[in-house]
């Protein structure tokens, strides 16, 4: 099926800003994280941008393959946002185009290309020099819907309880809640 773009989801333009502090793709407090911004695009898709860092290096002045795709998962878990679907990844396929080195901004474009039920099949393309540069990475996910037990159940308590306890969280997560 067709992906639907949530009436309440954010305008074309607008930043999605992070879904969890501590989010090592997106959250301002976490030092070394990716700390990727993504805009809603038109349709189910969006762009988003993040800087490779010292930190994030695999080889002698280059980006981390691994974090690399990190920054592609992020990319497309934050489209489930658009959806107003709370979903985690239950596959990602990436393949690595051209090194990526330290300094390097990568542009990001992504979009759901099509829901089944609870699966969700979303692309993404991580281009290097300008959103209109060569494409150094890419990649195909599956993400797979969940309800909030998902990480209720699942996370450590000592952080559930924290974002329990935390408004901006529950307002975030009331967000998806909504979900006709
Ligand atoms: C106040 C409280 C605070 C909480 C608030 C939280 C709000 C947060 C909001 C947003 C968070 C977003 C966070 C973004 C971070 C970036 C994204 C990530 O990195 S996520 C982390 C990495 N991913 C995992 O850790 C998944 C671990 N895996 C699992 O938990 C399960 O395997 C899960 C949920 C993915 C599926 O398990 P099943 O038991 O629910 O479902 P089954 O029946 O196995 O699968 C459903 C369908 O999907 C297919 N499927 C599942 N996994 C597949 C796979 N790997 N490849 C292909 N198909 C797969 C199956 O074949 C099935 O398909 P058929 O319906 O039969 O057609």
Same mark, same amino acid.
């Given at each position: 099926?067709?992906?639907?773009?949530h009436?309440?989801?954010?305008?074309?333009?607008e !930043?999605?800003g992070?879904h969890? %502090?501590?989010?090592?793709g997106?959250?301002?407090?976490?030092?070394?994280g990716l700390h990727l911004?993504?805009r809603?695009?038109?349709?189910?898709s969006l762009?988003a941008e993040f800087?490779?860092?010292?930190?994030?290096?695999?080889?002698?002045?280059?980006?981390?393959?691994?974090?690399l795709? +990190?920054a592609?998962d992020?990319t497309?878990? +934050? !489209?489930?946002?658009l959806l107003r679907?709370?979903a985690?990844t239950g596959r990602?396929?990436?393949?690595?185009?051209?090194?990526?080195?330290?300094?390097?901004?990568?542009?990001?474009?992504?979009?759901?290309?099509?829901?089944a039920?609870?699966k969700?099949?979303s692309?993404?393309t991580?281009?290097?020099? %300008?959103?209109? %540069?060569?494409?150094?990475?890419?990649?195909d996910?599956?993400?797979?819907e969940v309800?909030?037990?998902?990480f209720?159940?699942h996370?450590?308590?000592?952080e559930?309880?924290a974002?329990?306890s935390?408004?901006?969280?529950i307002?975030r997560?009331?967000?998806?809640?909504?979900?006709?």
């Amino acid at each position: 099926m067709q992906p639907v773009r949530h009436p309440d989801a954010p305008a074309p333009g607008e !930043l999605l800003g992070a879904h969890y %502090g501590q989010c090592f793709g997106c959250g301002g407090d976490q030092p070394h994280g990716l700390h990727l911004e993504a805009r809603a695009g038109e349709g189910v898709s969006l762009t988003a941008e993040f800087t490779v860092q010292p930190a994030h290096q695999g080889a002698p002045g280059l980006a981390h393959g691994g974090v690399l795709a +990190s920054a592609l998962d992020e990319t497309l878990g +934050s !489209l489930n946002w658009l959806l107003r679907t709370i979903a985690v990844t239950g596959r990602l396929e990436t393949d690595f185009v051209r090194p990526v080195p330290v300094g390097t901004t990568l542009h990001l474009e992504a979009e759901v290309t099509a829901v089944a039920g609870r699966k969700i099949y979303s692309t993404a393309t991580g281009r290097v020099g %300008g959103p209109d %540069g060569p494409v150094a990475v890419r990649a195909d996910a599956l993400f797979i819907e969940v309800k909030v037990d998902h990480f209720v159940d699942h996370g450590r308590q000592e952080e559930i309880q924290a974002a329990m306890s935390d408004p901006d969280q529950i307002r975030r997560t009331r967000a998806f809640e909504v979900n006709p």
